[in-house]
Nanobody, 125 residues
Framework: QVQLVESGGGLVQAGGSLRLSCAAS????????MGWFRQAPGKEREFVAA????????YYLDSVKGRFTISRDNAKNTVYLQMNSLKPEDTAVYYC??????????????????WGQGTQVTVSS
C-alpha cells in the first residue's frame, strides 16, 4: 500500500509556471510507474504525463508536450510535474497516481492502483 500526497497547486496567470510535487509514503515507490492526471469541472479525468519506475521513459498528452515535464526522485519518494507556459485550459484538479506493476508507462487511468487527493491548479487569462 502506498499513500500519495500532492502539493504545489495554486493560482497563476497565463504564461506562468507551477511545479507540482507528489510525495509517496510506504514501501516500493521505486518499483512503481507514476502518472499525473487532471480533471476540469464537468469533464472526465484525463491523462497528462507518466514516467517509468526509473525515469528512463516518459509519455505526455499532446497538448502539454514541450510545456510540461514529469520527473522523479526515487531517493525522496517524490514525483514532480513542472508546468510552464500555462494556459487557462490547463485549469483543473491535478492528481498523481501509482502503477504498482511498474511495466513501462500507461496513459490509462485503470492502469493505476493508487491515487492522491488532488491539488487545484487555476490559470487566469
Amino acid at each position: 500500500q502506498v499513500q500519495l500526497v500532492e502539493s504545489g497547486g495554486g493560482l497563476v496567470q497565463a504564461g506562468g509556471s507551477l511545479r507540482l510535487s507528489c510525495a509517496a509514503s510506504g514501501r516500493g515507490f521505486s518499483s512503481y510507474a507514476m502518472g499525473w492526471f487532471r480533471q476540469a469541472p464537468g469533464k472526465e479525468r484525463e491523462f497528462v504525463a507518466a514516467i517509468s519506475r526509473r525515469g528512463g521513459s516518459t509519455y505526455y498528452l499532446d497538448s502539454v508536450k514541450g510545456r510540461f515535464t514529469i520527473s522523479r526522485d526515487n531517493a525522496k519518494n517524490t514525483v514532480y510535474l513542472q508546468m510552464n507556459s500555462l494556459k487557462p485550459e490547463d485549469t483543473a484538479v491535478y492528481y498523481c497516481a501509482a502503477d504498482r506493476r511498474g511495466v513501462g508507462v500507461t496513459a490509462t487511468a485503470l492502469g493505476y492502483d493508487y491515487w492522491g487527493q488532488g491539488t487545484q491548479v487555476t490559470v487566469s487569462s
